[in-house]
């Protein structure tokens, strides 16, 4: 039986058992209907909790670690960086996310989370994207931004990252899964920081199971893909060297009974050598949207033109070659236009009046289209 949501009450304590990274969601969750609620368990002895979890050790070193971590302080962390909780026995928990083998208990989130009715493909590839890699999701993404689909990839650079950008552009929506904390500061690499912005302000979101604050390191990544793995329908390869997070995410779907989709590339391409061998194994070989589309059960859309920016006087068409789908801060635009700051906040006030750029908060603009 689902809750609806932690009680306020509880919620510090929930937060603060979360801040022990040794308890999984099946032992927070035994610990709950042992106890009762988060708050008994932050304050039981070692021996009752171990009779809860079948494992003394365990127990004593969460009684250490409690002197470190203090509840309330984590409930100011959220508040703070605007991020948000949920319970794995929420309603507003991800649905296939919770079917996997070792389910986070806390999804951490800005923004928003996807909804039961959500179609979700997680796509991945290289950090080292090639051109081709480039072309295929600047065919692929429009169209299944038009047509419905909602994008999850790791927020990285290469082809996260683009994925993510394309997807905002074409007015899609996407989510981003980190590897540390999913508050601003905690986001790498930082120059994605502002693309995070943008694709909260689209309807998108970052989720983590990570608390806030959280650094990434490199035993965070593979963490991390199973949760890109299990949230969606299907999950398409896109590029993928011989040994790679791509095919980590690729393995981990096919565990979780996940579709998995694959582009083939050219024989010689270093970039393809992992996705050739996943249509060897039986993947789904996919060309183009069309093929995705069909496969997530979903009829493609007619296309949308284009459309076209005209400036109004010079520093609007100063600045407009510097201006991007994912969003770019005032002072870089500052720099990059050699123009006064006073001049570039009239202008992007004015553009923004007129629907041409979206201010996405912390003086970060984006075009709007």
Known sequence: MLTTELQKTDLP???????????GAKRLARLKKAFGNFETVWGAEARDLARAIEHMALAEEFVAARRTIEPAEEVDRLAQTGVSVVWIEEETYPALLREIHD???????????????????????????????????????????????????????GCDGYAHELTVKHRGCTYGIVAGG???????????????????????GVISEQPVGTASYPSSFPLRNRLIAGISRATLVIEAAEASGSLITARLALEEN???????????????????????FGAHVVT???????????????????RIVEPQNATEAALLPHLNTHGIHVDELVRASRLPTTLVLQTLTAMELREVVVHIGGNHYRLNG
């Open 288 to 306: 183009s949207a069309e093929d995705i589309l069909s496969l997530l059960e979903l009829a493609p859309t007619t296309p949308v033109p284009a």
């Open 103 to 157: 389910p986070p208990p806390f999804l951490f989130h800005r923004g928003a989370l996807p909804k039961p009715a959500d179609v979700l493909l997680s796509v991945v590839g290289s950090r080292h994207m090639s051109r081709y890699g480039a072309a295929v999701l600047e065919m692929f993404m429009p169209e299944l931004a038009r047509s419905g689909v909602h994008i999850v990839s790791g927020l990285a650079l």
């Open 182 to 204: 999913c508050d601003t500061e905690s986001i790498t690499p930082g120059q994605n920081r502002a693309l995070a912005h943008a694709m909260i302000a689209a309807g998108g």
């Open 258 to 280: 996940r579709d998995v989709l694959a582009v083939p590339g050219p024989i010689n391409a270093p970039m393809s050598i992992g996705t050739n061998r996943l249509v060897r």
């Open 13 to 23: 304590f929930a937060l603060a058992a979360a801040r022990f990274p040794k308890f």
